[in-house]
């Protein structure tokens, strides 16, 4: 996975609260054994029913094209757990989402496949809004997780907090596993002393 | 850095009392993560084709592999068709996943219960069956049933695709220590009551979040008069109290059931296994976070009536009221008496059924095929009752073959399936015409889980039998008694 630490990019407003795992990327895109998640990436409101893009939707508006920054705003993912709505942002490009907040389970996703999930205080979510709503996509924004901060187009500095687990694994760049790998040694002592200990733990008769 | 935090535990351990999950756990703990994570080693890992291809493929994407494909088992158990003679591409829509599971099975080397193996069946069936789980040890499977398998004594965890990557990759699972419960059952159960009753009386008292976030261990005089086939059956539906897992203390009667299972450990280790598997226990001060009673003296056996099974009764009560809802619950039961179209203040007995199901990780084990076929004693099905049995194990369909319980099914008029799922979730396709009622001895009555506008009664193999002979819910006591 991609470490993260600074990010400078185009940030799409998305200013919509409750926006939920089911819009982000429809059920059907799970059925199949290799879903298109670049395609699947807000598939109902980006194209209409013959599968055109839709132009008035700012997700489509050519100055938002490769943007890697998503602000956006209430209970942002909230709905199943599906992970594939974290996949989706990640085949998209999508490196950090700014919300007013997330549902528990998104954010979680959202640092398991590197992705940066920012909340700042509602003043400072505010101006945040206004700015990128007014660049329009003429000005980036860069997000800093190291100092731990979101410079607006405007050029105005925004401070959040993290956890320092979930800092730690963008900032190095590991999901789930990769946290996990850290502590190979211990997973390989276990299996050495309860193979002399507990042998039928570790092998098993061929059946 | 765990070296030190390891000799600390083992030390504390000298002076503390335990549970039975703490020994388990403690075993298992492998690390503490940055995050907080306990890192537990998962002694077995089991997976459907639901889920294999598309984790085989994640896993591929990545660049990783599956680090033990000697302890991991893939099986397909969801989707397959049972009705005899099937084939991958009985069912259309899930001929897909059955053929990817074989190829990323093969790929991965790791040990595939394929449509026509001899030892195919539920994983939560196989897994005992095959000795594959042991007292003491810990187990993954890629579905919530996971904790049958406790009633061996083992610690076993649920787990989504993304849990199970990490599980095949690291063989450890990133856990949050789950607070601890201990069950005790009290009393003696009446002939013709079984675990089934047991837990859906317990259900019903608890409710289904009655133990979320618990690890449950079954304990006290009923549990060990229980046989261990019935144990599977309480420890499958504490998933219906919202438990993380279920458990309980290995016995006599456990180890001699495990004796001679194919992966069971044979001669001078079985010797050596079984020594510690009887530490096994709680220790008499150990602390529960949290302690039930329940007493089972004078159960009636039960029945659902609603869409989630904690709405259960006793066969000779009525079908509540509003009125009866626990606090909080208005609302889902208002829903569950408009969907189970029963009326309130009556008895459930009568109520007329069209399907009876005999199957699923709960009640398809040869002690339940037995306790169905003794209520059958040479009467039939109603008319206008389709009537199947979907034995959990294509070897719990040999052993009940060998004892001729096929042809008692057969002659009755039902029907004799292979191994699956089936119609416990409609996975494979089986499912009711809208607005069928369905007695079944499965683990869940959701609503539209057997089909579009189907309801579905939970009740015990014994229970399903007496309904498919009288087309309608009866008390199977009374069918037992009569012909006395
Ligand atoms: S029988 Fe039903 S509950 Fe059991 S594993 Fe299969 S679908 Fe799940």
């Not at chain 1, 993260?4 to 819009?23: K, W």
């Not at chain 1, 320092?164 to 276990?190: F, N, Q, V």
């Not at chain 2, 061996?152 to 965890?157: D, N, S, V, W």
């Not at chain 2, 019935?230 to 458990?247: I, Q, V």
Request: proline share 5%.
């Amino acid at each position: 996975m991609l470490p993260f630490t600074t990010l400078t990019g185009i940030a799409i407003p998305l200013l919509i609260d409750d926006i939920n795992t089911d819009q982000i990327t429809p059920a059907q895109a799970r059925r199949s054994l290799h879903p298109d998640y670049h395609a699947a990436w807000f598939s109902r409101w980006r194209l209409d029913e013959a599968g055109n893009e839709i132009a008035d939707c700012v997700l489509n508006a050519p100055q938002y094209r490769g943007a890697p920054i998503l602000v956006t705003g209430r209970n942002f993912g909230c709905g199943s757990a599906r992970e594939g709505a974290a996949w989706a942002m990640v085949a998209r490009g999508i490196r950090c989402i700014v919300a007013r907040s997330f549902s528990d389970f998104y954010r979680a996703n959202c640092v398991q496949n590197g992705i940066l999930p920012v909340t700042l205080d509602q003043v400072d979510m505010a101006a945040l809004e206004r700015a990128v709503t007014e660049a329009s996509g003429t000005h980036p924004v860069t997000v800093d997780l190291e100092g731990q901060a979101v410079i607006s187009p405007d050029g105005e500095r925004f401070s959040f907090t993290m956890d320092p687990a979930e800092r730690m694994m963008l900032l190095e760049g590991l999901d789930d596993i990769g946290l996990t790998m850290k502590h190979m040694s211990d997973i390989t002592g276990w299996e050495q002393r309860t193979a002399e200990e507990q042998p039928w733990l570790q092998a098993i008769p061929k059946v | 850095m765990l070296g030190g935090a390891e000799i600390d535990v083992r030390e504390m351990h000298r002076n503390m009392a335990l549970t039975l999950f703490d020994k388990i756990w403690n075993d298992h703990l492998v690390a503490v993560r940055p995050d907080g994570r306990a890192l537990v080693y998962m002694d077995r890992t089991m997976l459907d084709e639901v889920r294999a291809p598309h984790v085989f493929a994640r896993i591929e994407q990545r660049g990783l592999a599956v680090r033990r494909p000697d302890l991991t088992f893939v099986v397909q158990d969801h989707s397959v068709a049972t009705a005899p003679g099937r084939t991958e591409t009985t069912r259309a829509d899930s001929a897909e996943i059955i053929l990817a599971t074989r190829a990323s099975s093969h790929r991965h080397g790791v040990r595939l219960f394929d449509l026509h193996d001899p030892e195919q069946g539920i994983s939560h069936v196989i897994a005992p069956e095959l000795g594959m789980v042991l007292p003491g040890g810990t187990h993954a499977c890629a579905d919530s049933h996971a904790a049958t398998v406790g009633a061996l004594g083992a610690l076993a965890f649920g787990c989504g695709s993304t849990e199970l990557e990490h599980i095949l990759t690291t063989q450890t699972m990133a856990l949050a220590r789950p607070a601890t419960m201990r069950l005790m059952l009290h009393g003696r159960l009446d002939p013709v009551v079984t675990a089934k009753d047991v837990i859906l009386h317990v259900i019903g008292r608890l409710g289904v979040d009655g133990a979320a976030g618990h690890a449950v261990e079954l304990a006290g005089p009923a549990l060990t008069a229980i046989p261990v086939e019935g144990r599977f059956t309480l420890c499958n539906m504490c998933t219906e109290l919202g438990a993380r897992t279920a458990l309980a203390a290995p016995d006599d009667a456990v180890f001699e059931w495990l004796h001679g299972r194919p992966m069971v450990p044979a001669g001078a280790a079985w010797d050596v296994a079984l020594a510690g598997w009887r530490g096994l226990r709680s220790d008499d001060e150990a602390r529960f976070d949290t302690e039930i009673d329940i007493d089972c003296t004078g159960l009636e056996p039960q029945v659902t009536w609603g869409t989630d099974p904690s709405q259960t009764i006793g066969i000779s009560e009525a079908v509540p009221d509003l009125a009866a809802a626990p606090p909080g619950r208005e609302a889902a039961w208002r829903r569950a008496l408009a969907y189970a179209a029963l009326p309130s203040g009556k008895p459930i007995t009568g109520t007329p059924i069209t399907r009876a199901f005999i199957g699923s990780c709960t009640n398809a084990r040869l002690s339940d095929l037995q306790a169905a076929a003794a209520v059958i004693r040479g009467r039939k099905v109603a008319e206008g009752v389709q009537a199947v049995v979907v034995p959990g194990s294509m070897t719990v369909r040999r052993q009940a073959e060998a004892l001729g319980l096929d042809q008692t099914f057969k002659a009755a008029g039902f029907e004799w399936h292979e191994s699956g799922c089936a119609m416990c979730a409609g996975g494979s396709g089986a499912r009711a015409n809208p607005g069928e009622r369905i007695m079944s001895t499965t683990n869940r009555n959701f609503e539209g889980r057997q089909g579009r506008d189907v309801r579905t009664h939970l009740a015990s193999p014994a229970m399903v039998v007496a309904a498919a002979i009288a087309g309608r819910i009866v008390d199977v006591r009374h069918l037992v008694a009569g012909e006395a």
